[in-house]
């Protein structure tokens, strides 16, 4: 039940999906009771509602995300005991099959890592998986990952089992109330404005889906995000389905499979992919579905179908299409707003959030109290974000690839995005070029992963092994330990830091000895108040009163925060 709009809260949450709903749980399991969600419709009405619901650490292979995944999963399936009310979560078991070397190469690699971390993966035969899961077509596949305590759950059932808990807590929460903008003191937010009075916050979470990304620029922050259209396809029901079958995903065909209703709920990543809304999305949309496109889906739908045969015999109910965010690397955005106080973001979840949102909510609570993340979340963090990834003309380009990219053509080390490129160029970029430069991307800049000595690029396959390129490297690297060789450091951030404060700000900031020699660079790091590493970069001095700062690109949001 939905209560009055206060005038304060100590944080206010933004959006009552599953991502606001586990931040309030968490927060107030730190202590913190002074929270208020608002949800300008009703709980889950956004994206969360129509998830497909799959609880999995598949595809994982980064200690945060695993740590995120396997959390997550922890507590969805001990809820219920603490709340009273069902997240839904069967262990029912989650398979990854592999058709090809390269595939199953990623499988034996990711089986390894979260063996370390203690999660029951263990790589299976067609044969096993025939027996786990015997609808399945086996001939074609090389073997198969299987976590036996991974599975589903219920996608509205997690977020109101944890606002429930949150309420538990001392929370508030209101729905049919839209924020509509921010209350700002300089640099500092101070609340938010909606349609129903404002409301005075020491902190304010954007959790808003999809639609954060209209919102943050109202805070003048930039938050690239996009939607897509998102497909799964429900059956009738099917002969040998039933409600403990494992659910399955062929990264190769672009599709999972699981029971629904005694019937298959077959989704789809398909590789090429469509922004749903890229100006503007409507502020009204609430419980909505897109018109499929049946069209465009068909063939990604009969390529995934046929991992199932007897799914080419089941009856449709419902080919259900929603829109989901997802972000330029396909990694949520998440913590402080680095442009002004007192603003978190938790938004752009690629078709995880249900999967990750109890460790994102856990992460993003000890953040906002501690004011420290509690884990490495570089790779997550908004701070990576650029501007340039917030145009029209960005968003539209790179979300066609994402949902692929997300469903593990991503995971292969050689592996760069193919849309939106061509961004950011060195001055010697035409030079690289002629010297037959394959390049790569980071940060939207094009840099030379190695030179070809033909000058031709032959295709470059997703693969973990050597290849045709690996004696080229070995040649280029003997080259410059032996003789000499130009680095191209355009891709870094450069800032500029002079005057008469200059040197007290860069060594208060610095773990080494940085005020030195002019002429001297001094390799360092920036830490946070745990020791923690912030920023790793060098310092140069270039006079009494300049230096010059430089730092990874994907790091410069945070740096220009902690020098400001
Ligand atoms: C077809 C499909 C299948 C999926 N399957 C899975 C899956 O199997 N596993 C998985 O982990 N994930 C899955 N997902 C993704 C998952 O649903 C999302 O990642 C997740 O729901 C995002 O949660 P959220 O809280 O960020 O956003 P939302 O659920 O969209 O919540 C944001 C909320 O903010 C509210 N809001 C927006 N603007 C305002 C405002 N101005 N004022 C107040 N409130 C506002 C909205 O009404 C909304 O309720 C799937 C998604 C789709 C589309």
């Known amino acids: 039940m939905s209560q009055a709009l206060p005038a304060r809260a100590q944080v206010v949450i933004v959006g009552g999906g599953v991502i606001g709903c586990s931040i309030a749980y968490h927060l107030t ?46 507590l969805y399936s001990k809820l219920e005991a603490e709340t009273g009310h069902s997240t839904g979560f069967r262990p029912v078991g989650h398979l990854s099959v592999a058709t090809n070397p390269a595939r199953f190469e990623t499988l034996l690699r990711e089986r390894d890592f979260q063996v370390g971390y203690g999660v029951p993966n263990e790589i299976i035969s067609p044969r096993e998986v025939s027996e786990l899961f015997p609808l399945a077509r086996v001939d074609d596949l090389i073997g198969a990952s299987y976590v036996v305590d991974e599975g589903r759950a219920d996608p509205v059932g997690v977020a109101t089992s944890m606002a429930k808990g949150a ?36 902190t304010v979470v954007l959790c808003a889906g999809l639609w954060t990304r209209q919102l943050a620029r109202k805070a003048g922050i930039d938050v690239p995000l996009q939607a897509a259209e998102h497909y799964y396809l429900l059956t009738e029901p099917m002969e040998g389905v039933h409600r403990d079958l494992p659910s399955i995903e062929d990264l190769e065909c672009y599709g999972y499979f699981r029971e ?47 991992r199932i045969p007897s799914l080419s015999e089941a009856g449709i109910r419902t080919f259900f299409c929603g829109p989901e965010s997802f972000t330029a690397d396909v990694l949520p955005l998440l913590g402080p707003a680095p442009e002004v106080d007192g603003l978190f973001v938790a938004a752009g979840l690629n078709s995880v959030g249900i999967l990750l949102g109890g460790g994102i909510g856990n992460v993003m609570a000890s953040w906002i109290v501690d004011g420290i993340c509690p884990v490495d979340i570089a790779a997550f963090s908004i701070e990576r974000a650029l501007p340039f990834e917030n145009s029209l003309r960005f968003r539209t380009e790179r979300t066609v690839e994402q949902l692929g990219v997300l469903f593990g053509d991503g995971s292969f080390p050689t592996f760069h995005q193919h849309t939106a490129r061509g961004i950011r160029r060195s001055p010697l970029h035409e030079t690289w070029e002629k010297a037959g430069a394959y390049f790569g991307v980071s940060a939207g800049w094009e840099f030379p992963e190695w030179f070809s000595p033909t000058g031709e690029n032959p295709e470059v396959p997703w693969t973990w092994d050597r290849g045709h390129w690996t004696p080229w490297i070995a040649s280029e690297h003997k080259t410059v330990r032996e003789n000499v060789g130009v680095m191209d450091m355009t891709l870094m951030s450069k800032f500029l830091v002079q005057g008469p404060s200059a040197a ?61």
Request: charged fraction near 25%; proline fraction near 4%.
């Open 29 to 74: 399991k730190l202590g913190v009771k002074d929270v208020l969600l608002i949800e300008k419709d009703q709980l889950t009405a956004g994206t969360t509602w129509h998830a497909a619901g799959l609880i999995t650490s598949a595809g994982y292979h980064d200690d945060t995300s695993l740590w995120m995944a396997r959390y997550s999963r922890d």
């Open 167 to 202: 309420r538990m807590g001392g929370a508030t929460i209101v729905e049919g109330i839209s924020v509509t903008g921010f209350t700002r003191t300089g640099r500092r937010i101070t609340g938010v404005t909606t349609n129903g009075g404002n409301v005075e916050a020491d």
């Open 504 to 564: 007290i700000i860069l060594d208060r900031l610095s773990a080494n000895e940085v005020v030195g020699a002019i002429g001297r660079v001094v390799y360092t790091q920036w830490c946070n108040d745990r020791g923690g590493i912030d920023a790793d970069l060098t310092v140069t001095r270039l006079g009494e009163e300049k230096f010059m700062v430089v730092v990874s690109d994907v790091t410069h949001r945070r740096v220009e925060r902690m020098l400001l």
């Open 260 to 306: 629904e209703g005694d019937g298959m709920l077959v989704g789809l990543f398909e590789p090429v992919a469509a922004p749903w809304h890229p100006k503007q999305a409507p502020e009204d949309f609430a419980f909505g579905t897109i018109p499929p496109n049946w069209d465009r889906m068909t063939p990604h739908l009969e390529k995934a179908m046929a």
